[in-house]
C-alpha cells in the first residue's frame, strides 16, 4: 500500500511560539504533497501544494509567511505554523500523489494543533 | 471557482438500509471525482473514484455514477452495515492547466451512522 505519516499528532502550544508539523510518505515517492485544514463540521480546505526541490504554491488567503512549507526531500515535507495563534487551532491533514499516479491521492492521519 | 456540495448529516440508518448520500459539483472543464471516508480515529481513504462521464466507480458494496448532465456524484450502497458508520466526503481534482498533480477540492462531510 501506500501509507502517509504524519508527525507529530497532536500539539499543544502557547501563543507567539513556532510548531513544525512533518509528513512522510513511508514507502513511495512523492514530488508533490499538500497540506489541507480542517474545520470542526467543515470540509477540507486546501492550503497549498508542496513540491520538492521547489517553492510551494499557496491557495488563495493563506499566509504564506505564517505557514512555511518545506519539501526537501521525495518523501518529507514539513508545514512550520509561526508566532501561532489560538485562531491557527485545527486539524492540519497532508497527503500525498505517487509519482505518475495523479489520480489517487494518500492522506495522512492528520495532526490536531491546539493554541492556547 | 471549483466546488462541492454534498447533503449534510448526520445521516442515521438501520442495518441493511438502502443508502444515498448526494453530492454535486461545480467545476471547469472535466474533473475527477472522488468519494472518500474518514473512519473514527483514522485519516481518509479513497473509497472510489471516477475520471470520466458516465464513469461508475465501485468498492466495498459502494457505487457511484459520474453524470456530467447533472454534475453529479451520489454515493448509493444497497445494504449497509454498523461498519460503514463514518464520514464520507465527496471531492474533485479539476485538470490543472500545466498537468500533473493538483489538490483537491471537497464537500463538507456527511456523517453516516448505521444503527443495529
Known amino acids: 500500500g501506500a501509507v502517509v505519516s504524519q508527525h507529530p499528532s497532536r500539539v499543544i502550544c502557547k501563543s507567539g511560539t513556532s510548531v513544525k508539523i512533518e509528513c512522510r510518505s513511508l514507502?513511495?515517492?512523492?514530488?508533490?504533497m499538500f497540506w489541507y485544514r480542517q474545520f470542526p463540521k467543515k470540509s477540507l480546505m486546501l492550503m497549498a501544494t508542496?513540491?520538492?526541490?521547489?517553492?510551494?504554491?499557496?491557495e488563495q488567503g493563506v499566509e504564506k509567511d505564517k505557514f512555511l512549507i518545506n519539501h526537501a526531500s521525495l518523501t518529507l515535507s514539513t508545514l512550520t505554523v509561526t508566532s501561532a495563534h489560538p485562531e491557527d487551532s485545527s486539524f492540519y491533514i497532508c497527503?500525498?500523489?505517487?509519482?505518475?499516479?495523479?489520480?489517487?491521492?494518500?492522506f495522512g492521519p492528520g495532526t490536531r494543533l491546539t493554541v492556547l | 471557482g471549483n466546488s462541492v456540495t454534498q447533503m449534510e448529516g448526520p445521516v442515521t440508518l438501520s442495518e441493511e438500509a438502502f443508502l444515498t448520500i448526494n453530492c454535486t459539483y461545480t467545476?471547469?472543464?472535466?474533473?475527477?471525482l472522488f468519494w472518500y471516508v474518514q473512519y473514527p480515529g483514522e485519516g481518509l481513504q479513497l473509497l472510489l473514484k471516477?475520471?470520466?462521464?458516465?464513469d461508475k466507480g465501485s468498492n466495498k458494496g459502494f457505487e457511484a455514477t459520474y453524470r456530467k448532465e447533472t454534475t453529479s456524484f451520489h454515493l448509493e450502497k444497497g445494504s449497509v452495515q454498523v461498519s460503514d458508520s463514518a464520514v464520507y466526503f465527496c471531492?474533485?481534482?479539476?485538470?490543472?492547466?500545466?498537468?500533473?498533480?493538483?489538490?483537491?477540492?471537497f464537500g463538507k462531510g456527511t456523517h453516516l451512522i448505521i444503527q443495529p
Open positions: 497527503s500525498a500523489n505517487r509519482d505518475f499516479s495523479y489520480n489517487e491521492q494518500f
Open positions: 514507502d513511495f515517492q512523492a514530488t508533490t
Open positions: 508542496s513540491n520538492e526541490g521547489s517553492k510551494a504554491t499557496y
Open positions: 467545476a471547469t472543464g472535466y474533473p475527477s
Open positions: 471516477a475520471t470520466k462521464a458516465d
Open positions: 471531492a474533485l481534482r479539476a485538470v490543472g492547466t500545466g498537468g500533473g498533480a493538483d489538490g483537491l477540492t
